[in-house]
């Protein structure tokens, strides 16, 4: 019971985590730098959170398996990029390369997690 709650948590914040990275950067984009920092908050909550579950669940479930510690990597640099792309785009300096990187890692993750990819 408790571990289906924490997957259900890892999951949907991962799928929000990806909403609020495409709005963050909208939104710095077009000049709402409030409304933007705002959104950069929740996106953090959201990445302390995928952290904190995922961490749960591999130590709880799958230790011996070294395509989760491959995803959980994967997982912390798609945070960098995600940070280094809103931070660039909050200070309108260039930075699609960043975002789009963080969007398709962020993909190749998911992927990884739903065992598309083993």
């Not at 995928?50 to 995803?71: E, P, R, S």
């Not at 200070?91 to 990819?117: H, K, N, P």
């Amino acid at each position: 019971m408790v571990s289906n709650a924490f997957l259900e948590a890892h999951v949907g914040s991962w799928e929000v985590a990806f909403i609020l990275l495409i709005v963050g950067y909208i939104l710095f984009r077009i000049g709402k730098e409030k409304v933007g920092n705002i959104v950069h908050m929740f996106l953090r909550v959201m990445m302390v959170i995928v952290v904190v579950t995922g961490a749960w669940m591999l130590f709880k479930f799958h230790a011996g398996d070294v395509l989760y510690y491959v995803k959980g990597v994967l997982g912390l640099v798609v945070f960098g990029l995600m940070e280094m792309a809103l931070g660039r785009a909050r200070r309108q300096e260039a930075s699609t390369g960043f975002f789009v990187g963080a969007l398709a890692l962020m993909v190749v993750v998911i992927l990884i997690g739903y065992r598309v990819i083993m």
